[in-house]
């Protein structure tokens, strides 16, 4: 877990190691859909859940604009699978979630982790500023309102891993 700057706030980047897939998914695959024995996937998110103690919601990842608000029940957060490249929370152990193969996921804190998001790049000729839109409108609606942020890109996995 990579010391990314944002007091109260964890971030990790996971690798293919560690899981139970087999090729040419092996062995931490995490991404459903592509293929993979559903089973083999699904054991995968828990053991990565089981790792980080918190609950990671998954999405249904679109190359779009639209931010998933993270809040209430998180088995039923973690089945829905949205389409959405973002997700911000304010709620502890609810971790925002996103899988790149080649690409580095935007970070988003608040300060002392009272809200906390991530999404994909924003690429293939998407605004540049919906991360920040976005961001700032999920911020503006908390209750302790949110001056100041920080923001960081995550750290590349290496090996052409796809998490």
């Not at 293929?35 to 998110?45: F, K, W």
């Not at 790792?51 to 931010?67: D, E, F, R, S």
């Not at 991360?131 to 949110?146: D, E, H, N």
């Amino acid at each position: 877990v990579p010391d990314w700057g944002a007091q109260g706030v964890a971030a990790l980047m996971t690798t293919r190691d560690g899981g139970v897939s087999t090729a040419p998914f092996d062995s931490l695959n995490l991404r459903d859909g592509l293929g993979d024995d559903p089973a083999a996937v699904l054991l995968n998110q828990d053991r990565f859940a089981a790792a980080t103690g918190g609950v990671p919601i998954y999405l249904n990842q679109v190359h779009g604009c639209k931010v998933l608000h993270l809040a209430g029940d998180s088995a039923a957060l973690r089945a829905a699978r949205v389409d959405a490249d973002a997700s911000v929370t304010s709620e502890v152990g609810l971790a925002c979630t996103v899988l790149v193969a080649d690409c580095l996921p935007v970070l988003f804190a608040a300060p002392a982790g009272r809200a906390v998001g991530v999404r994909t790049p924003v690429g293939g000729g998407l605004p540049q500023a919906c991360s920040k839109r976005r961001w700032s409108r999920f911020a503006r609606s908390q209750t302790a309102r949110v001056r100041r942020s920080f923001a960081g890109l995550a750290r590349a996995s290496g090996r052409g891993t796809s998490k």
